[in-house]
């Protein structure tokens, strides 16, 4: 295993990330600076960022139904209960994909793998994360220019990529954007007072029936749904590129 994806699967960031950090010279093994990217370091081997040694982990990614309640933390002096309490304590140590506030709920996904992570949340690959909002009155088709027009919040434009209604009290909208709360403050601007949210997919990946509170790991079909570089090629070339991605 290279050093950068050593470093990646220690929890470091991705690829690109740890590649920035072995070329400043902040990695060190056995005690000296490593700057050889093409390094695989054994399992004797101490691997430092800085003071911090680091061990690299099996890879792992998981969806996780996070219900209402749980924040999208490790620890928070002022919540209770956080998403990670509801893993197993042997599990390896991950990390949430983006967050849902403390009231929302769904779709949450958590890994150690920086790449995935970096796929799910830069501007440039333009995820797409579904809601299903639960409104306090009727909703008025009307007003659904407003929300793909965009509002003003902390001094950007906030806008929705899709907005439409499912039943008298509900719609569905997709978003891009990570604006804190953005869900909730586009509606209030426009005289509503959201009751339920609920993230039912990031991506190609579906929150479908998996009970509030419990997660599952993501398969391998999943995983490459979220590849742009597969979901470029010929549908008969797909297998060997993941076969290739997996060497």
Known sequence: ???????AAAGVGSRRHCDELIAAGRVTINGRVCTDFAYQPAGTDHVKLGAKMLRAQRRLDILLHKPAGFVSTRTDPNARDTIFDLLPANMPRLFNVGRLDAQSEGLLVLTNDGDLAQRLTHPRYKVDKEYEVTLDRAWDAAQAAKLLHGVMLDGQRAKLERVYSTKPLQVRVVLRQGINRQIRRMFYEIGYEVKRLVRIRVGTLRLGEL??????????????SLDPAASRLPAERRSAH???ARS
């Open 242 to 244: 993941a076969r290739s």
């Open 211 to 224: 009970p509030r509170g419990h997660w599952r790991p993501l398969t391998k079909a999943e995983l490459n």
């Open 1 to 7: 295993m290279r050093l950068n994806r050593y470093l």
